[in-house]
Structures are given as C-alpha cells and as structure tokens.
C-alpha cells in the first residue's frame, strides 16, 4: 500500500500533530501524551472523541509551532505518498494568545511548503462558535482564496449542534462563491437532509447515509463525494466494528468516496494502514484504490488546470 499513490481530502491539522513534536514542544515523554492525543479504539461519541483536540491545540498558538506542526504532517503525507492533500483547521482556535487569523493561516501556509507534496488548506467554520467569529472566517477566506486556501467547512459536533442552525451561514459562503464542504451524516440522518438544500460537492463524512435510499438516490444524482473516514467512524461509535462500516457498501452503490485519516494522531492512524484495512476486511484491491484516487482528483477544490496536472502527476511512473 506504501507505493500506492493517494490522494487525501480530509485530514485535520490539529487532530495531526505527532506524538514526537508534541513530546518536543511539550517536553513531556510520549507515554504521557498518548493518554492526552489518543482517542481509545472506542469513544462514547464524537463528542467524546473531540476531547482529545484540547491538548494539541493549546501547543499550537505561536507562529513558530503552527508552521513545525504543519511541516510534521507535511512529512507524515510524504510517508504515505500522499501527492495531494487537503488540509483543513479552525483559524480561530489558534488566536488565544494573540496571534490574529492572517497571523495564524500565513504561518501553517509556510509550514505546508514543500516540493514532494502539494498542499491547499480548507478553513473551518465551527459549530458552537458564535456567529461574528464565524463571518471572520469567511472575510479571511476570501482574502486567501486561490493563495493557499481553497474552501471552507463546517465542522463540530453535529448532534450538540444541528446543521439547520448554520444554513444561513453557509448560504452566505455559497453568495461569495467560496467552495464548501461540510461535516454533515457523521451520527445521523437529519444534518445530510439539511445539506442537500444546499450546492455541494463533497460532504465529510455523510455515512449515515447509507440508512436512507432517498439520501443515497439524491447524493449520486447531484454528483456529491462523500469524504470517508473509516477507522475515525468506528472510533466515534457510528459503528460498531470496522467489518460494520458502509464503505464498500456505498462504493458498490457507485457513490463517489475518497478514503481519509480525518486525524492521524487522534485516530493513531496512517493512511496506509487504512488502505490495508480496507484490503483486510473488505478486498479492496490496487485497480479499486486507483479508481477512488483518480476519482477524487475531480472533487478537488483545484482548478481545472491543476485537476490535468495533478492527475498527469498520479498517473505518471516514479
């Protein structure tokens, strides 16, 4: 699975940070940050499962660890093969010690340089996080757009915080012709009917999906992708075990998928060792993985330009 090249949609920086930096910006020993970073095999719910985003992100509030931990996943992407990844964080949670949101994106911006992996970042509207904050978001959105961001997303606890009450809000981000994705179908049925009211391509998540032929039946005829994140699903308690997860399900349905760590720390997760499960336990094979990756490279938020190149790239022999 390591020589495989791929292609990653959805991974979140503050959920990524390595236990190695950590230990270094920390100085505290990796036994000890396990219990602090790592979400068990089993959490009781998403809720439970964000938890272990508070300790990361109170060492990423400088500018100079901002850019080191996105330089790290930068080396993590390279390490799986990663040729393409898109990166998404909450500016926000990022300015608690002063630090402004163009202070805090230009710095993970100059972390993400790199000449083996091409990276765009996706900025994180959040639910809970009140309203004025999140209009910030999009104001500075549009100042990077096509500079190193290339969309926004909604993310957060869906059940504490239900889609219906940020419609408005992306609405607002579709009249500025921002591309959205948005955490949505995670732990149930009614925040994916509420995001096909709206113009998007991809969904993160959106497994639950699977329950609700009507969904599934909508979702492939607006040509959505679903941003999947099986060992994350399995950790939040969507499902049970991973042999219970709906992708091969969905993809025998012809629903358009891309595969993703969603966190590499939180998860305790590479992306090679999620293709090998899926291999494992549902027979996914190299012809299945190429078709996923080369599928995603059109639901990327690039260009049609970069799209040609970038696929030129993943076909292209090393």
């Known amino acids: 699975m390591k020589n495989l090249k791929k292609i990653e949609l959805h991974v979140h920086l503050d959920g990524s940070m390595s236990l190695e930096l950590a230990s270094k910006l920390a100085n505290l020993p990796i036994s000890v940050l396990k219990e602090k970073m790592l979400a068990p095999s089993k959490s009781l719910n998403l809720k439970d499962y964000l938890t272990k985003f508070t300790f990361p992100l109170s060492l990423m509030q400088t500018r100079e660890n901002l850019e080191l931990v996105a330089r790290d996943l930068v080396k993590q992407l390279e390490n799986d093969h990663v040729i393409y990844a898109e990166i ?4 926000f949670f990022h300015t608690k010690e002063g630090l402004s949101l163009e202070e805090v994106i230009e710095s993970v911006l100059k972390g993400l340089k790199n000449e083996k992996v091409k990276t765009n970042l996706i900025l994180c509207l959040m639910r809970g996080l009140e309203k004025e904050k999140n209009l910030q978001v999009i104001e500075v959105a549009k100042k990077y757009l096509k500079k190193g961001v290339v969309a926004l ?114 998860s305790n997760i590479t992306l090679n060792q999620e293709y090998q499960k899926l291999n494992k336990y549902f027979s996914f094979q ?33």
Do not use: M, W
């Open 88 to 91: 998404r964080f909450a500016p």
């Open 153 to 266: 997303d909604l993310a957060g606890d869906e059940k504490q915080y239900p889609l219906k009450n940020y419609l408005n809000l992306l609405k607002i981000v579709q009249k500025e012709n921002i591309p959205l994705t948005v955490h949505a179908g995670e732990t149930g049925l009614s925040d994916l009917k509420d995001i096909l009211k709206l113009d998007v391509k991809r969904i993160g998540h959106g497994v639950f999906s699977i329950y609700d032929e009507n969904i599934l039946k909508e979702i492939k005829n607006k040509n959505i992708l679903l941003e999947i994140c099986p060992t994350s699903n399995i950790q939040t308690n969507a499902f049970k075990i991973y042999q219970d997860h709906p992708i091969l399900k969905l993809y025998q349905k012809n629903i358009d998928i891309a595969i993703n760590t969603d966190n590499r720390t939180v």
């Open 286 to 318: 190299k012809a299945d993985f190429d078709r996923i990756n080369r599928n995603a490279i059109n639901y990327t938020f690039l260009s049609s330009k970069e799209k040609i190149d970038l696929l030129e790239e993943f076909l292209k022999n090393d």
